[in-house]
């Protein structure tokens, strides 16, 4: 009798792996998603019992109820479950809460992991699996603890004595907020130095060089103004004096490729070298990993787990590189023995491997027009940086010509690759300048002299943090976790505590409020090394060498009582600006809508309620006003147009009146959802913009996007604006339906 097929579900986090594990594994296998996290803390309460050793208690976010009955329902129509949420600690607490959800025996559930989602890799987790990793758990738990504590008890004292600012208090974010204050104070308290060099134009024969001032008086140049550079430059220029080649130096050196990619280090160089920002990078290699389309090929997983601190790699992917390199660019470009790499840096975890494509042979010219052109550079980039790594070293020669002119030694520099090795595939310092072109030039050569230049320069002040470096200087200290950075800073901007000058960081008057309060108030929360120590803390948990409670424990009595002490010292804050009001003469004070916009308020409120809008600079905006034809439905009086804290309005001009009301633009399209509103132009409370019925609440017809007055020749649906950077679109606003054309230029 043949044996029965076995029904085997597999639960992933996100839908997109959905396709390309389906398509390794095959039909016997069911593949569903958990769409992340299906639990949390109940809302606003603690959520864990301190009394009872912190036990921790969690319900279904309301959300997700109809996908946990979903996986029930599966799960009891199953024979085997497997968990097959992300390789790391945030993954292993996302298996377990799904394990806690679906009626199932134990002896049906396991948990499995892959690194990347290849056939080798899938197979060999299902061979393999295991049990659910509850030191893991409990690590994980444990930050989410930890940062509850810190939010659900700091907040409350932040609200009552900064009560106009809506402000919270995140344990990692706060020390992160805490390191761009502290940049900006060195910027701000920076005096510039002046300093000067001195280069010149040098002759032989009729080619021209140039050389730069090494040396004065057997001293290198110490040049602090104009005066002792005139000096120089009158001496060099006399008549007298004499430019000769005093010695020429010649050596090669090797130029050693670096590790493949860590999330860190990908963040930095997506940064710099594509100018993606650090949510943006992850977005797009989350995708990477959970598998593209790429033609008769299906869905296929590109790259390795994107949130790594390790630069590891297999064997396999080892061996792959090795034949690669030497089938494409021959056998000089592996070195005799496979290039390895450790990381020293602080907490590392070698759990997984660096970034790396998951098929060395998946060029990026060979799948490009499978993907979006943000996610062909970002996989080129991946791809390039890993295959550099296995290469071999290239070899630069190095010319040094020293110049002798009396007291003053210049000297000239060139370098020329002899062998591109690695750089054959990716430059790090992505060069684009041609190396200083040097003439043929022997020892006792004379040079004439063409021109001194004098340069005055400044010292700078360390620049402000930009998302990359900041990331870095997490790292270095120790603080956040891969899966982690992208968060932080992302929540930094987002509660308005710092905002992007230039692409730099910088932090608002309400940040360096906040800071400056934590920093007297919570000096634990704010200590980098506490906050590192706190992560070993979690690493120890994870490798069953603490225990969970224990450590909360530790943190919590002395963390009580810093809380109570600043209920009791901390003063009532308010930011005062250097306006007046201009109805009542008091002072106006800077005031945080809920919806995180700053404005001014008079500080007479609530008996005074003026309000002046400020712009992005923090400056009062000049109030507009503008003549239209509409009139007040209160007095019949004329209204005009102003601009406040939260945008455009109408005011009456009867001082008696004053009668406001929102101005509402648009979109001339009658809803097809009651036929009796129009569809207008509406914001989210975080600012988005929507488009809904304006007989909301009687209707509530929404829609992300604007609305047309054309209906879908197939199925009689409103159409709706598609515009991405690649199209002009106009879609059909039913789901099911799948017209679509290209928009006309207007």
């Known amino acids: 009798m043949a044996k029965k097929k076995e029904n085997i579900l597999v639960i992933v986090e996100s839908p997109a792996k959905s396709k390309t594990i389906k398509k390794i594994l095959g039909s016997s296998y069911e593949i569903e998603a958990s769409y992340g996290h299906i639990r949390d803390f109940p809302p606003k309460i603690l959520g864990f019992d301190v009394q009872n050793d912190f036990t921790p208690t969690f319900e279904v976010i309301p959300e997700k109820k109809a996908v946990v009955k979903k996986l029930n329902d599966l799960a009891q129509k199953a024979d085997k479950v497997f968990l097959a949420s992300d390789p790391d600690r945030e993954g292993e607490a996302i298996a377990w809460h799904v394990r806690q959800v679906i009626n199932v025996p134990d002896d049906k559930v396991f948990r499995i992991e892959f690194n990347e989602i290849t056939p080798k890799a899938v197979t060999y987790a299902v061979e393999h699996s295991r049990q659910i990793d509850m030191q893991r758990v409990k690590a994980q738990q444990t930050r989410q603890i930890l940062d509850r504590l810190v939010g659900y008890k700091i907040s409350p004292v932040l609200w009552e004595k900064m009560r106009n600012y809506h402000l919270s208090a995140g344990r990692v974010q706060s020390v992160a907020l805490k390191m761009i204050c502290e940049r900006e104070d060195e910027i701000k308290a920076f005096t510039p130095v002046e300093y000067w060099s001195i280069s010149a134009d040098l002759l032989k024969d009729k080619s021209k060089f140039s050389a730069e001032l090494a040396k004065y008086k057997n ?66 290699a989350q995708k990477l990993y959970e598998g593209i389309d790429i033609g008769t090929d299906g869905p296929v997983g590109l790259i390795t787990y994107m949130r790594t601190d390790s630069v590891r790699i297999s ?63 970002l996989y080129k980039l991946i791809w390039s940086k890993f295959v550099a790594s296995q290469m071999e070293n290239a070899t630069v020669k190095n010319t040094t010509v020293d110049i002798e002119a009396g007291d003053c030694l210049f000297k000239a520099g060139t370098s020329k690759i002899i062998f591109d090795g690695y750089l054959k595939v990716y430059n790090e310092e992505d060069e684009k300048e041609e190396a200083l072109k040097i003439p043929d030039l022997k020892e006792g050569d004379e040079l004439k002299l063409k021109e001194i230049f004098p340069k005055q320069h400044f010292t700078s002040p360390p620049p402000r943090y930009t998302e990359a470096s900041l990331v870095k200087a997490l790292e270095e200290h120790g603080i956040g976790r891969p899966s982690t950075y992208a968060p932080i800073i992302s929540k930094i901007q987002q509660k308005n505590y710092v905002e992007k000058t230039e692409k730099a960081l910088a932090p608002t008057n309400l940040g360096y409020v906040l800071c400056k309060q934590l920093n007297e108030h919570f000096k634990d929360i704010m200590n980098y090394e506490f906050t590192a120590n706190m992560e070993t ?58 919806f995180g916009t700053q ?13 002046l809008p400020l ?85 509530d017809f929404v829609s992300w996007y604007e609305p047309v007055n054309e209906k879908c020749p197939e199925c009689g649906s409103i159409l709706v604006k598609k515009i991405t950077k690649k199209s002009k679109k106009l879609e059909c606003s039913n789901k099911n339906c799948s017209f679509s054309k290209e928009m006309k230029e207007e």
């Open 219 to 284: 001293e290198k140049p110490d040049i602090k103004n104009e005066n002792e550079a005139d000096e120089i430059v009158n001496y060099l220029k006399a008549k007298e004096r004499k430019f000769n080649v005093s010695k020429i130096t010649t050596r090669n050196s090797q130029r050693k490729p670096t590790a493949p990619f860590i999330t860190s280090t990908l963040q930095r160089e997506a940064s710099s070298k594509l100018g993606y920002g650090v949510s943006k990078t992850m977005q797009i």
């Open 315 to 377: 064997d396999d992917a080892q061996a792959a590189a090795k034949d690669f390199i030497t089938s494409n660019y021959g056998e000089n470009y592996y070195p005799k023995t496979p290039n390895n790499y450790v990381k020293k840096s602080k907490n590392v975890q070698d759990a997984h491997e660096a970034i790396r494509p998951s098929y060395i042979d998946k060029t990026p010219e060979s799948i490009k027009k499978y993907l979006t052109n943000e996610q062909y550079h």
């Open 537 to 594: 803390k979690l690493d120890d948990i994870a490798e069953n060498k603490l225990v969970w409670n224990e450590v909360i424990k530790e943190f919590y009595t002395p963390f009580i009582e810093t809380v109570n002490e600043a209920k009791n010292t901390m003063q009532k804050v308010v930011i005062e600006s250097d306006i007046v009001c201009p109805n009542c003469g008091s002072k106006m004070v800077v005031r945080t809508s809920r």
């Open 599 to 611: 404005f001014l308020g008079c500080s007479k409120y609530p008996e005074c309620k003026t309000m």
């Open 615 to 699: 712009n992005k600079d923090g400056q009062v905006e000049t109030p507009q006003t503008q003549a239209v034809e509409e009139k007040c439905e209160k007095c019949g009086s004329d209204m005009i147009q102003k601009t406040g804290p939260y945008g455009p309005y109408l005011e009456c001009t009867n001082a008696e009146c004053k009668n406001r009301k929102k101005i509402i633009k648009s979109t001339g399209v009658k809803c097809p959802k009651c036929g009796n509103g129009e569809i207008i132009f509406k914001k989210s409370k975080y600012g988005k913009v929507f488009f809904g019925c304006s007989a909301y609440p009687n209707c």
